[in-house]
T-cell receptor, first 114, second 117 residues
Framework: DAGITQSPRHKVTETGTPVTLRCHQTENHRYMYWYRQDPGHGLRLIHY???????DKGEVSDGYSVSRSKTEDFLLTLESATSSQTSVYFCAISPGTSGRETQYFGPGTRLLVL | AQKITQTQPGMFVQEKEAVTLDCTYD???????LFWYKQPSSGEMIFLIYQGSYDQQNATEGRYSLNFQKARKSANLVISASQLGDSAMYFCAMRENGGSTLGRLYFGRGTQLTVWP
């Protein structure tokens, strides 16, 4: 158990509304990641963080922003949700100091944008 | 070009038999890591096994082994003595250690494994 929780676990929202997903870890790991999973695409990286206030973009970052004001929390925000952002969102952590260790995933958040 | 290719959308295996799930990868980075994850119908992503590009021996974890053929750029997962609980989606993933995105994993599209009694 990597001590990762995600909230909410399920959310239904309407197009144009802001949505924030939270990833919380209990082990003070430096590296945290947000992925989205869509049929036929596997998982794709949205944003990642390598420390408090240190974040960077991944492969599919358009329409998303992140914040990390505390080591244990990594927030993913959809500023104005669109139907194309309907997906399953996974948070992951990488223990260690290089970001090159095995990644462990949270339970996921299912988001439906109507 | 895709970094990770899983050519088997679905595989079927009888309980207690062995099964191989295929994965090929594409990278020019000499240092990389290869991973397999299991995703049961409940949805969580479970880490199974890891192989580093410089590891001399194939990785093994219980009933899971990784058949690493570097020259062919393949990293097939072998599950021995399949169990009904092995029915799940399996993802192959790669991390390029020289990449600018620290620790980013590239995932394949997955193989749905069904174990029948």
């Amino acid at each position: 158990d990597a001590g990762i929780t995600q909230s909410p676990r399920h959310k239904v929202t309407e197009t144009g509304t802001p949505v924030t997903l939270r990833c919380h870890q209990t082990e003070n790991h430096r590296y945290m990641y947000w992925y989205r999973q869509d049929p036929g695409h596997g998982l794709r990286l949205i944003h990642y963080s390598y420390g408090v206030k240190d974040t960077d973009k991944g492969e599919v970052s358009d329409g998303y922003s992140v914040s990390r004001s505390k080591t244990e929390d990594f927030l993913l925000t959809l500023e104005s949700a669109t139907s194309s952002q309907t997906s399953v969102y996974f948070c992951a952590i990488s223990p260690g100091t290089s970001g090159r260790e095995t990644q462990y995933f949270g339970p996921g958040t299912r988001l439906l944008v109507l | 070009a895709q970094k990770i290719t899983q050519t088997q959308p679905g595989m079927f295996v009888q309980e207690k038999e062995a099964v191989t799930l295929d994965c090929t990868y594409d990278t020019s980075d000499p240092s990389y890591g290869l991973f397999w994850y299991k995703q049961p119908s409940s949805g969580e992503m479970i880490f199974l096994i890891y192989q580093g590009s410089y590891d001399q021996q194939n990785a093994t974890e219980g009933r899971y082994s990784l058949n690493f053929q570097k020259a062919r750029k393949s990293a097939n997962l072998v599950i021995s003595a399949s169990q009904l609980g092995d029915s799940a989606m399996y993802f192959c993933a790669m991390r390029e250690n020289g990449g600018s995105t620290l620790g980013r994993l590239y995932f394949g599209r997955g193989t749905q494994l069904t174990v029948w009694p």
